[in-house]
């Protein structure tokens, strides 16, 4: 089952702030986020267990709502560098350590603008 | 630099023509991954090896094969494609397979079937 990401483009300007959802319709083991420029591969940000636990990376961070079965990446003060399509990758229980099948939502592209 | 090196980096094929796709990783990393990305989606997996043996074939066409011929090395046999299957290929590894384990992306292999 797809995530459902959202918006699924976002234009700013250096500085400012935005929001990336992914939802599912299932429940979650795991969220994990990429980040991939263009004729590039995607880039590993980071995972989210259940739990709810938020982690950073740089001003980039995000949480994990296991009941909503929801994730959000928060980007603060963007910067020209997190331009780039930010895919969320769903992975279902599996006892306790998830699936092997990590299903990509279609992506949102942010663009960064000067 | 990306540490899951892919070769050839484009390859341009006929139909009746075979070709093989490589990848090479050196992280001690015992998962290993195809996926299929076409313009502008989300990569979608292929195939999944874990601990050297084929764990998941997402129902994929017999013209292609995947090999894994040791723990890092991971190679995709091409054969009688069809020009639907232009895309690019990405190579994937983990440590380990199941949720809370990130991937390491390949650049990938740019594909187009004449």
């Known amino acids: 089952q797809q995530p459902v990401q959202s918006p699924q483009a976002v234009i700013l300007r250096e500085g400012e702030d935005a929001v990336i959802n992914c939802s599912s319709s299932?429940?979650?083991?795991?969220v994990h986020w990429y980040r991939q420029k263009h004729g590039e591969a995607p880039v590993f940000l980071m995972i989210l267990l259940k739990g709810g636990e938020q982690k950073g990376h740089e001003k980039i961070s995000a949480s994990f709502n296991e009941k909503k079965q929801q994730s959000s990446l928060y980007l603060t003060a963007s910067q020209l560098s997190y331009s780039g399509t930010y895919f969320c990758g769903t992975d279902p229980p599996f006892t306790q350590g998830g699936s092997e099948k990590l299903v990509f939502g279609k992506g949102t592209k942010l663009t960064v603008n000067p | 630099d990306t540490e899951v090196t892919q070769t050839p980096k484009h390859l341009v094929m006929g139909m009746t023509n075979k070709k093989s796709l490589k990848c090479e990783q050196h992280m001690g990393h015992r998962a290993m991954y195809w996926y299929k990305q076409k313009a502008k989606k989300p990569p979608e997996l292929m195939f999944v090896y874990s601990y050297e043996k084929l764990s998941i074939n997402e129902s994929v066409p017999s013209r292609f094969s995947p090999e894994c011929p040791n723990s890092s090395l991971l190679n995709l046999h091409l054969h009688a494609l069809q020009p639907e299957d232009s895309a690019l290929y990405l190579c994937?590894?983990?440590?380990?397979?199941?949720?809370?384990?990130?991937?390491?992306f390949g650049n990938g292999t740019r594909l187009t079937v004449t």
């Open positions: 299932k429940a979650l083991y795991s």
């Open positions: 994937a590894s983990s440590p380990r397979t199941g949720g809370n384990s990130p991937l390491h």
